[in-house]
Nanobody, 124 residues
Framework: QGELVESGGGSVQAGDSLTLSCTAP????????MGWFRQPPGKEREFVAA????????IYANSVKGRFTISRFNAQNTVQLQMNSLEPEDTAVYYC?????????????????WGQGTQVTVSS
């Protein structure tokens, strides 16, 4: 098991954009399902987005559909979450996850590895 490293979090104003990135130094992403979850302050962890190993399928939480885009760049071993039109409700710690299964999933328990998280704070 390796390490997933998230980056790109920060503090922004409502309506701004941020791009989160996830890498795994020394590992190859290309055969794994990747995703993002988040945990807002004082709330349960929730699914955000996931992408299959070959990019044939992407799924999103209803709360972010149309605003967030998950992408993968297998040659660079990187997965990104482009977040546009950010809202205060998007404030959370965002976690990159890796799954050793085919397809996509909204279930945290399906995933095998996760990073330490990166904080995103959106002010109104």
């Amino acid at each position: 098991q390796g390490e997933l490293v998230e980056s790109g979090g920060g503090s922004v104003q409502a309506g701004d954009s941020l791009t989160l990135s996830c890498t795994a130094p020394g590992r190859t992403f290309s055969t794994y399902t990747m995703g993002w979850f988040r945990q807002p302050p004082g709330k349960e962890r929730e699914f955000v987005a996931a992408i299959s190993w070959n990019d044939s399928r992407r799924i999103y939480a209803n709360s972010v559909k149309g605003r967030f885009t998950i992408s993968r760049f297998n040659a660079q071993n990187t997965v990104q979450l482009q977040m546009n039109s950010l809202e205060p409700e998007d404030t959370a710690v965002y976690y990159c996850v890796l799954g050793v299964f085919d397809g996509t999933s909204r279930d945290w328990d399906e995933y095998d590895e996760w990073g330490q998280g990166t904080q995103v704070t959106v002010s109104s």
